[in-house]
């Protein structure tokens, strides 16, 4: 395992999970710190049933995987002695706290690095700790909104869209691991540990990495435009990336370039195959056909049969032809098709994994990546409330009475 060697404390909500995720997957021991009373994400929908018929939260079981978990009321005078003394053997603590918090609670920064001068602390907040939104509020719309990711999302006289799913935190998350590994090799040469500030609202940016170069080349934003795309032609035309098929969504677009150029010629020869290019789409010289100088009008002559043929068409077919004939462009993927998708299966992506929790069999995503032929394992399923306080606290010396008085004062 990758990250077997370290070990990691998340004292974060739903904001820090995938981050803590990801370290576990990479082999990190990764304890999940949540109330005594359980963390409240465990109730978000959608819902599943636990042993004793309360609900759990399919969204929580997924995100918590590879971790244990303890309970610990860490804002108490005890409970911060404890963290204390838990994070004094610890290579990372994730939070995702407003900021401050821990700072008035004695366990800011300054603080962990004496208790733990090689302690990697990284912080995951909407806007970051420092700056004139650090204190705001921000769910996945306004972190989304504020990033500009938005406001390439939706139709061109529309308003602005959301993605169905929230992911800005998801967004973050990833960063945060790059960021704490980065501190990583930092240490591994200074012996010091970092303190690794993540912003979710600058971690959105990352889908809008070809929004600067436009601005930076040619003078222009990109707006939305819908199921089309603009910036390929200094003419300002907009070019179709999704399109109906019988069964659903394409995406394909009309490229220039060594592999545009082969594609649009086997696309053109598949569509000769089946009766349904035009004589003057074969014309096409297409070994010199470029879209930088292509007109709104000529990009519409040639979309019309590429879509009349599309529709004939299913997203598998699409796929199967799409590998055969080495062409740019795929199906649109509901959950179903992913659920079912005979590549995921080939690469043994879908784990069956006993869930303590609800007493039955799940199917999970696996690790998300093979390394050296092995895809990465799941280890454990998620925790139950407070599964593995015994053996952590016992590492620090806390005996079982300890733990039953503890409990009884609220504090694990």
Not at 80 to 98: A, G, N, Q, T, Y
Not at 191 to 196: C, F, I, P
Not at 205 to 223: F, S, T, Y
Request: hydrophobic share 45%.
């Amino acid at each position: 395992m990758l990250l077997g060697a370290y070990r990691v404390i998340e004292i974060a909500d739903e904001k820090g999970a995938l981050a803590g995720k990801i370290f576990a997957d990479l082999g990190a021991d990764v304890i999940k710190v949540e109330p005594p009373r359980g963390d409240p994400a465990r109730r978000r929908p959608p819902l599943t049933a636990a042993r004793d018929g309360t609900p759990i939260s399919l969204f929580w079981l997924a995100l918590n995987v590879n971790k244990r978990g303890i309970t610990l009321a860490w804002e108490t005078p005890t409970g911060r002695e404890l963290l204390l003394r838990l994070i004094e053997r610890v290579d990372f603590v994730i939070e995702s706290l407003p900021p401050g918090t821990l700072q008035r609670s004695g366990l800011g920064w300054e603080t962990l690095h004496r208790v733990n001068p090689r302690l990697i602390l990284i912080s995951i907040t909407p806007f970051g700790q420092e700056g004139p939104y650090r204190d705001f509020l921000g769910s996945d719309l306004e972190v989304m909104a504020l990033s500009g990711t938005l406001s390439l999302a939706g139709e061109e006289d529309g308003e602005p869209m959301r993605v169905s799913v929230p992911q800005a935190f998801f967004w973050a998350g990833v960063e945060a691991v790059m960021g704490g590994l980065t501190a990583l090799a930092f240490r591994a040469v200074s012996g010091r540990g970092q303190h690794v500030d993540v912003s979710a609202q600058v971690a959105a940016m990352a889908p809008l990495a070809m929004a600067p170069a436009h601005w930076d080349l040619n003078r222009v934003n990109p707006l939305r435009a819908g199921i089309f795309v603009t910036g390929r032609s200094v003419t300002g035309a907009k070019m179709r990336a999704l399109w109906r098929c019988r069964d659903g969504w394409i995406n394909f677009i009309i490229y220039g370039g060594a592999a545009g150029r082969h594609t649009n010629q086997q696309l053109v020869a598949w569509m000769r195959e089946r009766g349904m290019a035009p004589s003057w789409l074969t014309e096409i010289d297409w070994s010199r056909f470029e879209v930088t100088q292509l007109t709104q009008e000529e990009v519409d002559r040639l979309e019309a049969p590429i879509a009349e043929f599309f529709l004939t068409i299913t997203k598998q077919e699409f796929l199967q032809e799409a590998i055969r004939r080495q062409m740019l462009g795929y199906p649109v993927s509901t959950v179903a098709d992913i659920a079912s998708d005979p590549q995921l299966e080939a690469r043994g992506f879908w784990q069956e994994v006993r869930d303590p929790t609800t007493g039955r069999s799940l199917r999970y995503p696996g690790g998300f990546a093979v390394i050296n032929g092995e895809r990465l394992p799941l280890r454990r399923p998620a925790p139950r409330c407070g599964e593995h306080n015994a053996e952590v606290f016992a590492e620090i010396g806390v005996s079982e009475a300890d733990l039953q008085y503890l409990a009884a004062l609220g504090i694990v």
